[in-house]
């Protein structure tokens, strides 16, 4: 398996997750989740278009870097949002609990917009 088919393909796994976690009411790891796979979408696409390594994890900039902006570079920056602060308490103010904070509707809206972005990916590296 190529590389950028190895990212796509768990980057699908992921969003998989994210769904099955929000269905169960783990909305913060849910909205995580939708973050990482977003993340390891436009990646696939970055190693797709030849690039050696990708260290970055703001969705956004990778994003610019690959000249996919507008929508998508909006997308990035709620889901960027996601990366610290759904996963430690000491993220958020007065030690507040990131699974009692994050809503039904936050890990709906992350998970669509990563839903979005897979489907650039797919629409892209895809044979």
């Given at each position: 398996?190529?590389?950028?088919?190895?990212?796509l393909k768990q980057a699908h796994s992921e969003l998989r997750f994210g769904k099955l976690a929000a269905?169960?009411?783990?909305?913060?790891?849910?909205?995580?989740?939708?973050?990482?796979?977003?993340?390891?979408?436009?990646?696939?696409?970055?190693?797709y278009r030849r690039a050696e390594l990708v260290k970055a994890h703001s969705i956004k900039n990778i994003?610019?870097?690959?000249?996919?902006?507008?929508?998508?570079?909006?997308?990035?920056?709620?889901?960027?949002?996601?990366?610290?602060?759904?996963?430690?308490?000491?993220?958020?103010?007065?030690?507040?609990?990131?699974?009692?904070?994050?809503?039904?509707?936050?890990?709906?809206?992350?998970?669509?917009?990563?839903?979005?972005?897979?489907?650039?990916?797919?629409?892209?590296?895809?044979?």
């Open positions: 398996m190529k590389r950028h088919e190895a990212w269905d169960n009411q783990f909305y913060a790891q849910a909205c995580f989740i939708a973050q990482q796979a977003a993340e390891m979408a436009l990646k696939a696409i970055a190693f994003a610019q870097a690959l000249g996919i902006n507008g929508k998508i570079e909006g997308y990035g920056r709620k889901l960027d949002m996601y990366y610290t602060s759904t996963r430690y308490p000491d993220a958020l103010p007065d030690n507040i609990v990131p699974a009692e904070f994050f809503t039904l509707e936050q890990a709906g809206e992350a998970l669509q917009m990563a839903e979005e972005i897979l489907k650039i990916a797919d629409d892209e590296v895809q044979p």
